[in-house]
């Protein structure tokens, strides 16, 4: 009879947890929809993650600082913390996922999670990162131009920058983003500013 109470309590659990994820998530995308007029919350496909760590160990194994803009849960900013022992500022403006992230971020040392607009902290750092990593809309990609003199590799995720080349391009290999009802295909985008 224990068993079967502690199973049913496991599962209304869960069913709970993931109600209340849901809820939040919802309620995220609708605040970046309306609120903050951004592009909501995407996850990172893993696969990219996995690419975007084999290049940084690869070509940028001396990085020491990382900035991951619009990190959401900063997942992705925890992974590469993780595989490359550089330390990741991971800057995020939603509430609820800034906070999950920095929950998160007391199990991974190096990496550090902000609950700010990432434009207004780049504008008043001083700090320069060895790279910079973003996965914004087109139209915030191309506002990281502005910071060249701050970010030394930038890293767009699925998103080019208008106008500007590439040194590197690496196609993830399946799957889409979509923006204003266009596919974007699942690609890394590596500029050199510095």
Do not use: W
């Amino acid at each position: 009879m224990y068993m079967v109470n502690f199973t049913v309590y496991s599962l209304l659990l869960l069913v709970i947890t993931i109600e209340l994820f849901a809820f939040v998530y919802i309620f995220e995308h609708v605040m970046c929809i309306y609120i903050y007029e951004q592009v909501p919350f995407v996850m990172t496909p893993k696969i990219t993650q996995k690419l975007l760590v084999k290049e940084i160990q690869k070509h940028y194994s001396k990085a020491k600082l990382i900035c991951e803009i619009g990190s959401g849960y900063g997942i992705m900013a925890r992974f590469i913390a993780k595989k490359t022992g550089a330390k990741v500022i991971a800057l995020e403006n939603m509430p609820i996922s800034a906070f999950f992230s920095k929950v998160a971020d007391l199990f991974q040392k190096n990496s550090k999670t902000i609950k700010c607009n990432a434009f207004d902290y780049l504008d008043k750092t001083k700090q320069t990162f060895d790279i910079g990593i973003a996965y914004l809309s087109p139209h915030d990609s191309n506002k990281l131009l502005k910071y060249k003199n701050k970010i030394k590799t930038l890293i767009t995720l699925d998103f080019a920058i208008d106008n500007m080349t590439p040194t590197q391009i690496i196609n993830v290999g399946h799957g889409y983003t979509y923006y204003n009802h266009k596919p974007y295909p699942h690609k890394i985008y590596i500029y050199k500013l510095q």
